[in-house]
């Protein structure tokens, strides 16, 4: 069965720096999203994206935060220059479609900021 | 999605016993899904059932809705120590495409 995968599983950064991350959905998928889950808190929306273009994001996805679709498969969050605040667990997520339809996730990618 | 409020907030039962747990929302939908987290891991689709459905099984889940009330329940029967994990109802209106997550249902599959 087709999954959504993400890598790496687990980052460690120093506070400033740059990470990516990577996620391959499923391959006939449009819609993609990212999700943020901080340690003992609610999974929180990030950005939903599509035909190249960011359709919504969240409050949390300030200037930071880019995604990017660089080829037909990858899927990328990047965090800038990252903070404290930033370590948690990001999960990405891709749909079929656009409203109302069944998300599918990956495993997550769990970033941890010093 | 809108925001579903999952209740309780926490169960534990006997391994093999039946599950219940509890979804209400504010305003119309188009649909209603089921997932579930394993211990901060991805999360799972469950079932989608859809506004114009009273109750869908898949499995050993049972999930009915009731659009006059604003809620829903999903009931996993002969629970196993694998069904220990968060579940959380996404309420979907028309035009809804992200999920806003709730602070879901914590069940613990005792032995």
């Known amino acids: 069965e087709p999954e959504v995968t993400q890598t790496p599983s687990h980052q460690v950064t120093q506070m400033g720096q740059e990470v990516i991350l990577r996620c391959v959905p499923i391959?006939?998928?449009?819609?993609f999203y990212w999700y943020r889950q901080i340690l003992g808190q609610k999974v929180e929306f990030l950005v939903s994206?599509?035909?190249?273009?960011?359709?919504?994001k969240s409050e949390i996805f300030d200037d930071q935060f880019s995604v990017e679709r660089p080829d037909g498969s990858n899927f990328t969050l990047k965090i800038r220059s990252t903070k404290l605040e930033d370590s948690a667990m990001y999960f990405c997520?891709?749909?079929?479609?656009?409203?109302?339809?069944?998300?599918?996730f990956g495993p997550g990618t769990r970033l941890l900021v010093l | 999605s809108q925001q579903g409020e999952e209740d309780p907030q926490a169960l534990s039962i006997q391994e093999g016993e039946n599950a219940t747990m509890n979804c209400s929302y504010k305003?119309?939908?188009?649909?209603l899904q089921w997932y579930r987290q394993n211990s901060g891991r991805g999360l799972v689709h469950l079932i989608l059932?859809?506004?114009?459905?009273r109750e869908k099984h898949s499995g050993r889940l049972r999930v009915t809705l009731d659009t006059s009330k604003k809620s829903s329940s999903l009931l996993i029967t002969a629970s196993r120590a694998a069904d220990t994990a968060s579940y959380f109802c996404?309420?979907?209106?028309?035009?809804?495409?992200?999920?806003?997550f709730g602070k879901g249902t914590r069940l613990h599959i005792l032995p």
């Open positions: 997520a891709s749909s079929l479609g656009r409203f109302g339809e069944t998300q599918y």
């Open positions: 391959s006939n998928h449009l819609y």
């Open positions: 994206f599509y035909n190249n273009e960011i359709s919504e």
């Open positions: 305003t119309s939908i188009n649909n």
């Open positions: 059932i859809r506004s114009n459905e």
């Open positions: 996404a309420p979907f209106r028309d035009r809804d495409d992200k999920i806003i």
